[in-house]
């Protein structure tokens, strides 16, 4: 198995460029995360999902967007990308909210 | 204040020593969850625990529910142990997230 997948790795934008970060798991997980980790501060929740077609914001959700029309796939979306979210982007997958979540290797962004 | 606080926030220890990093907490929770953060970038789940103690052979993880805190030890301390260890919160009044320390760099010199 996979595990969870991230897609890019790297990835640099220009201001006001849009762009999505593709997530994939393989293990039948219904419950999918995105976090954004920055320098000095914890993991953050932007938007996550507890099964195919549900999705709800976090704590920083702004300027991004989400969707989940199947089980294993859960994209982020940047619509028009600001230098604020240079950071490094993290999926994850959980069986459920209270069990160890399964995380991506992680998309490093820079938007210029 | 944030919620879940970690400490140290940098550690250095000799290889073979035992170590200890501490997490505390303000809200009621009814999970804590430790990770594991790798130089490359790669976050691992190590421990989910709402009470007492789990170990996994170096690894052990403890909670005090009344006191708000956890600790995660290492014996026998090994360089490949070096990683940012994360401590995270599930509140008891939250149905949706988790809050994160941010994070105990450890470095285990040879």
């Known amino acids: 198995n996979a595990g969870v997948t991230q897609t890019p790795k790297f990835q640099v934008l220009k201001t006001g460029q849009s762009m999505t970060l593709q997530c994939a798991q393989d293990?039948?997980?219904?419950?999918m995360s995105w976090y954004r980790q920055d320098p000095g501060m914890g993991l953050r929740l932007i938007h996550y999902?507890?099964?195919?077609?549900?999705?709800d914001q976090g704590e920083v959700p702004n300027g991004y967007n989400v969707s989940r029309s199947t089980t294993e796939d859960f994209p982020l979306r940047l619509l028009s990308a600001a230098p604020s979210q240079t950071s490094v982007y993290f999926c994850?997958?959980?069986?459920?909210?209270?069990?160890?979540?399964?995380f991506g290797d992680g998309t490093r962004l820079s938007i210029l | 204040k944030n919620e879940v606080e970690q400490s140290p926030q940098n550690l250095t220890a000799q290889e073979g020593e035992f170590i200890t990093i501490n997490c505390s907490y303000s809200?009621?929770?009814?999970?804590l969850h430790w990770l594991q953060q790798h130089p490359g970038g790669g976050i691992v789940s190590l421990f989910m625990?709402?009470?007492g103690k789990k170990k996994h052979g170096r690894l052990i993880a403890t909670i005090n529910i009344q006191e708000k805190h956890s600790s995660l030890h290492i014996t026998a301390s090994h360089p490949r142990d070096s990683a940012v260890y994360i401590c995270?919160?599930?509140?008891?009044?939250?149905?949706?997230?988790?809050?994160f320390g941010s994070g105990t760099q450890l470095t285990v010199l040879p």
């Open positions: 999902s507890v099964g195919a077609g549900i999705t």
């Open positions: 995270a919160v599930k509140s008891s009044g939250s149905a949706r997230q988790l809050t």
């Open positions: 994850a997958s959980a069986r459920g909210l209270n069990q160890p979540q399964h």
């Open positions: 293990m039948n997980h219904e419950y």
């Open positions: 625990l709402s009470s």
């Open positions: 809200v009621g929770i009814s999970a």
